[in-house]
Structures are given as C-alpha cells and as structure tokens.
Nanobody
Framework: QVQLVESGGGLVQPGGSLRLSCAVSGFTLDDYAITWLRQAPGKEREGVSCISSSVGTTIYGDSVKGRFTISRDNAKNTVYLQMNSLKPEDTAVYYC?????????????WGQGTQVTVSS
C-alpha cells in the first residue's frame, strides 16, 4: 500500500521558515523521484522542487530558487523541503508526489497536502 504523507505546514510571518516532510511507505525511496508541488486558491498548480533517485539531483522553480532546499533521507523514507525567507505569495497547499524514477510532470501517487500560510 503506497502512501505519501505531508506534514510540517502552518502559519508563519513573512521572512520566517518552515520545514515540510513527506513520509513515504510502500516502496523504497531510493528508487523514486519525489516532487513538491503547490496550489494556491485561484492559481494553477505549480512545481516547486524535485529530487531524483539518481545521485540526488535536484531542481527548483524560479520563484523559490535560493530560498527553498529539497533533501532526502532514504533510511527514513522521508523527503524534506526547507523553506526560508518565506513570502506571502508562498501561501498554498503543498503536496508531495512521485513520478517514478525521474523528475517529470506525470505523477503516480500523491499525498494529501499540508497548508502553508505566510501572513503578518
């Protein structure tokens, strides 16, 4: 039974930080790429970051590059998204998903999402 479960969202002030976690079960994380995506009300779904199974190669969307960092702990079957210097426009529901072995916009499994709100 494959599951991806996001956690770590919450309310934070502009300039603050959060760390999101994506706990994976039902498969070995070593073999799969994990993508973080987000969706804000009235906006299109946006790719945030992806980490591949191959040598941990990472990619970032332009809007988060330099502020967010994706990482993977295969022993814990968990992927993290460290978010620093948060802005109100980062407010969204954040999802993790797997696209198989490579980073691509085609997803096999999704988590339930975790809400991130950046506000004064």
């Amino acid at each position: 039974q494959v599951q991806l479960v996001e956690s770590g969202g919450g309310l934070v002030q502009p300039g603050g930080s959060l760390r999101l976690s994506c706990a994976v079960s039902g498969f070995t994380l070593d073999d799969y790429a994990i993508t973080w995506l987000r969706q804000a009300p009235g906006k299109e779904r946006e790719g945030v970051s992806c980490i591949s199974s191959s040598v941990g190669t990472t990619i970032y969307g332009d809007s988060v590059k330099g502020r967010f960092t994706i990482s993977r702990d295969n022993a814990k079957n968990t992927v993290y998204l460290q978010m620093n210097s948060l802005k109100p426009e980062d407010t969204a529901v954040y999802y993790c998903a797997t696209s198989g072995r490579i980073c691509r916009d085609e997803y096999v499994y999704w988590g339930q999402g975790t809400q991130v709100t950046v506000s004064s």
